[in-house]
């Protein structure tokens, strides 16, 4: 029985015009399946769904998501993130299309203990900088982003959120002198300066936040030349996320990322402990924010 699948061009592009009939004709395709984000159950004979092909260093897994949770799309993961993707799934889905060789993304990720509220882990930003030779002097430790997630009462409504904070100063790329350049980064990448949290700030198209497998994935960006998005956080595991932050974050399908330099939010035990870091940090002119789609292509 033909199923009402969404296979799109991208994901058409890698599993073949064959593996794709089959798909559409109801060879290949389960009838009822978990959705891969919000892991309620599907089913591809009633309701429309989408194909979402996770891609890893050397395999790929296709698994079937609720279009109303995402649209049909390639993800870019790494292989150990295609292993846990599998895991969570129960082995509903299988290897399938053709992968590319990749180079896997070197994250050196260090991670902290998760506060009872939200997911907490820390990584390297990703700037797109270019290689170097390294320069004849001491260089400080590279700084890791800590990213928690919570909710935050945005007038008088809950909102998913991710909150950002370096573990030190953030310096351009390629650059060797001092200062912290953080909040100007993410300002020239749309980012806007928050004094207050009193409204929900703009969408940032091209970025988004990958909810996958019911697990909080990455922060992607847009390249510079199109395709794809790429990483410029991803999680060292896929992290777990309160029911309560994947409900908001179904029901809004996008989540408000605050980003803040070095020692302005610190490590907060609880919500509204946190809530109150934010607003001072914002008050003190040292907070940015923009609202990303939930998974956005």
């Known amino acids: 029985m033909p199923r009402m699948l969404d296979v799109s061009d991208a994901v058409r592009a890698e599993i073949g015009d064959e593996e794709a009939d089959r798909l559409l004709a109801g060879q290949n395709a389960p009838g009822s399946y978990d959705c891969t984000s919000c892991r309620t159950p599907g089913d591809s004979e009633q309701e429309h769904t989408s194909t979402v092909l996770f891609i890893g260093d050397e ?18 993961v790494t292989e150990e993130q295609l292993r846990g993707a599998v895991r969570s799934i129960n082995g509903d889905t299988s290897p399938s299309g053709r992968v590319p060789e ?13 506060p009872q509220w939200g997911a907490t882990e820390q990584t390297p930003p990703q700037w ?91 922060v992607l960006q847009p390249q510079a030349n199109g395709g794809q998005p790429v990483a410029w956080w991803q999680a060292h595991q896929p992290l777990q996320v309160t029911d309560g932050w994947r409900a908001a974050a179904n029901k809004h399908q996008q989540v408000i990322m ?30 940015v924010a923009a609202t990303l789609p939930l998974a956005g292509t």
């Open 59 to 76: 395999t790929a897994v296709l698994a079937f998501a609720h279009a109303t949770c995402l649209p049909s799309q390639v993800v870019q």
């Open 102 to 114: 990749q180079t896997p993304p070197q994250w050196n990720a260090a991670e902290q203990t998760p």
């Open 258 to 287: 605050f980003a803040a330099p070095v020692g302005s939010i610190g490590r907060q035990p609880r919500e509204d402990l946190l809530r109150d870091a934010l607003d001072k940090a914002a008050a003190g002119g040292r907070l």
């Open 128 to 218: 797109g900088a270019t290689e170097q030779a390294a320069p004849q002097r001491a260089v400080p430790e590279q700084a890791v982003l800590g990213i928690t997630s919570g909710l935050v009462l945005i007038a008088g409504e809950l909102h998913p959120a991710l909150v950002v904070e370096p573990t030190a100063p953030i310096v351009r790329p390629g650059s060797l002198g001092g200062g912290d350049e953080f909040l100007p980064l993410l300002i020239e990448q749309g980012y806007v300066p928050v004094t207050e949290l009193a409204a929900v700030p703009p969408v940032l198209h091209g970025w988004s936040v990958l909810l996958a497998v019911g697990q909080l994935h990455a």
